[in-house]
């Protein structure tokens, strides 16, 4: 088998775990991640018989779904790389990455904490399979898993007792089965815009791809990273009273907010087509300062519910008019500081928000009170 290509077929063991039950462990070590494949390979054998003919291999740790579902698929392509190196015949083809002394063989299996609290736990399997099977053998798995793909009664023994969590289904799924389960998940929750940029990303990372949100964002994927529209030019757009478009406004920063956190778990950036992007904000640079006037002050536009939804650079202009430079937007609350540290260092001004309580608008969209001279 060895002398022919090897074709990874990467499925996982999906884990849904009772309410208020959570895993006491997010990795197996050796010992248990062994054991526990040697009951994955019988399950799976019983479902497709010819998956003997390949070699099995299962990493000893429990991800939430987006740490899986990353461009370029970094832990199964981990994975595959680990199983490949493993000589025929050990452990009757099927082998098992587990912790030794608390380290996992490779930083990419190690489960990040920050997505330990969901109740959809995921092992991820690979099944290498020699080039003349894998096609015949992935169509087997495409059918079997999804329809009958429950797993044995000792396995799921075997995880309850040794996670010491209750479980309420255990389930093999190929990776397109996840794939389509997460696009429905999304799609369930008003999100089917970011899971055609995100499956673009997946799937066919060389291939542009638009889309409009929920809220009519132009949004883009390309090179690997997605591309909103900028707000400004979105409420350029809205009809309506001042009231009317600044409650529209605040619902479409809160979708961004949405998209970011998510497109970060997901590990794909978010960029501003036409401005700047860094960790959890966006930032439109309208004008340069006019140096015949007052320098510039920061203002806040916030939401009941959101807090600071923008941030507006503006000078005093002719007549008292605000001299609007840029519009800044925290998508994570952590943002907000190093947004206005880097509007304040650009400007050369205090790191000062001056809170507005509300999002000030005119015909053209945000705007700000004439800044008091400094």
Same mark, same amino acid.
């Given at each position: 088998?060895?002398?022919? @290509?090897?074709?990874?077929?990467?499925?996982?063991?999906?884990?849904?775990c009772s309410p208020g039950s959570s895993p006491a462990a997010m990795t197996l070590d050796r010992d248990q991640a062994e054991a526990l494949a040697a009951l994955i390979a019988e399950d799976l054998h019983a479902l497709v018989p010819r998956i003997g003919e &390949?070699?099995?291999?299962?990493?000893?740790?429990?991800?939430?779904?987006?740490? +899986?579902?990353?461009?370029?698929? !970094?832990?199964?392509?981990?994975?595959?790389?680990?199983?490949?190196?493993?000589?025929?015949?050990? +452990?009757?083809?099927?082998?098992?990455? /587990?912790?030794?002394?608390?380290?996992?063989?490779? @930083?990419?299996?190690?489960?990040?904490?920050?997505?330990?609290? /969901?109740?959809?736990?995921? *092992?991820?399997?690979?099944?290498?399979?020699? =080039?003349?099977?894998?096609?015949? *053998?992935?169509?087997?798995?495409?059918?079997? *898993?999804?329809?009958?793909?429950?797993?044995?009664?000792?396995?799921?023994?075997?995880?309850?007792?040794?996670?010491?969590?209750?479980?309420?289904?255990?389930?093999?799924?190929?990776?397109?089965?996840?794939?389509?389960?997460?696009?429905?998940?999304?799609? %369930?929750?008003?999100?089917?815009?970011?899971?055609?940029?995100?499956?673009?990303? *997946?799937?066919?990372?060389?291939? !542009? =791809?638009?889309?409009l949100s929920a809220r009519g964002l132009p949004l883009r994927y390309a090179e690997g990273a997605v591309h909103a529209g900028a707000p400004s030019a979105w409420l350029a757009r809205q009809p309506g009273e001042t009231a009317e478009r600044a409650h529209g406004? $605040?619902?479409?920063?809160?979708?961004?907010?949405?998209? &970011?956190?998510?497109?970060?778990?997901?590990?794909?950036?978010?960029? +501003?087509?036409?401005?700047?992007?860094?960790?959890?904000?966006? #930032?439109?640079? +309208?004008?340069?300062?006019?140096?015949?006037?007052? @320098?510039?002050? #920061?203002?806040? %536009? =916030?939401? !009941?519910?959101? /807090?600071?939804?923008?941030?507006?650079?503006?000078?005093?202009?002719?007549?008292?008019?605000?001299?609007?430079?840029?519009?800044?937007?925290?998508?994570?609350?952590?943002?907000? /500081?190093?947004?206005?540290?880097?509007?304040?260092?650009?400007?050369?001004?205090?790191?000062?928000?001056?809170?507005?309580?509300?999002?000030?608008?005119?015909?053209?969209?945000?705007? $700000? !009170?004439?800044?008091?001279?400094?």
């Amino acid at each position: 088998m060895d002398a022919q @290509p090897l074709i990874a077929l990467p499925a996982v063991l999906a884990l849904e775990c009772s309410p208020g039950s959570s895993p006491a462990a997010m990795t197996l070590d050796r010992d248990q991640a062994e054991a526990l494949a040697a009951l994955i390979a019988e399950d799976l054998h019983a479902l497709v018989p010819r998956i003997g003919e &390949a070699r099995l291999a299962l990493a000893g740790a429990l991800f939430d779904p987006v740490e +899986l579902l990353r461009p370029g698929f !970094p832990v199964w392509a981990t994975l595959d790389d680990l199983a490949r190196r493993v000589p025929r015949g050990h +452990l009757e083809n099927v082998v098992a990455f /587990g912790s030794h002394d608390g380290r996992m063989p490779a @930083p990419t299996l190690v489960p990040e904490p920050g997505h330990a609290g /969901g109740a959809l736990r995921l *092992l991820p399997l690979s099944v290498l399979a020699p =080039e003349a099977l894998a096609g015949d *053998l992935a169509q087997d798995m495409e059918v079997q *898993l999804v329809g009958r793909g429950e797993a044995g009664a000792r396995t799921a023994d075997w995880l309850m007792r040794t996670l010491g969590v209750q479980l309420e289904h255990a389930r093999y799924l190929s990776r397109n089965d996840l794939l389509a389960l997460t696009c429905v998940q999304y799609e %369930h929750v008003n999100l089917a815009p970011l899971w055609t940029m995100l499956e673009a990303a *997946l799937l066919t990372p060389y291939q !542009p =791809e638009t889309a409009l949100s929920a809220r009519g964002l132009p949004l883009r994927y390309a090179e690997g990273a997605v591309h909103a529209g900028a707000p400004s030019a979105w409420l350029a757009r809205q009809p309506g009273e001042t009231a009317e478009r600044a409650h529209g406004f $605040a619902g479409l920063v809160f979708e961004l907010r949405q998209y &970011a956190a998510l497109l970060q778990a997901h590990h794909l950036p978010l960029n +501003l087509d036409q401005g700047e992007a860094d960790a959890g904000w966006l #930032l439109e640079t +309208l004008a340069a300062p006019d140096p015949a006037l007052a @320098p510039p002050a #920061l203002f806040a %536009h =916030e939401a !009941p519910g959101l /807090g600071t939804v923008a941030i507006t650079a503006a000078q005093a202009g002719a007549d008292d008019h605000p001299y609007v430079l840029a519009h800044g937007y925290p998508l994570a609350p952590q943002a907000l /500081g190093p947004l206005v540290a880097v509007l304040a260092a650009r400007y050369g001004i205090e790191p000062a928000l001056q809170a507005m309580g509300r999002v000030a608008l005119d015909d053209n969209g945000l705007t $700000a !009170p004439s800044p008091s001279p400094q």
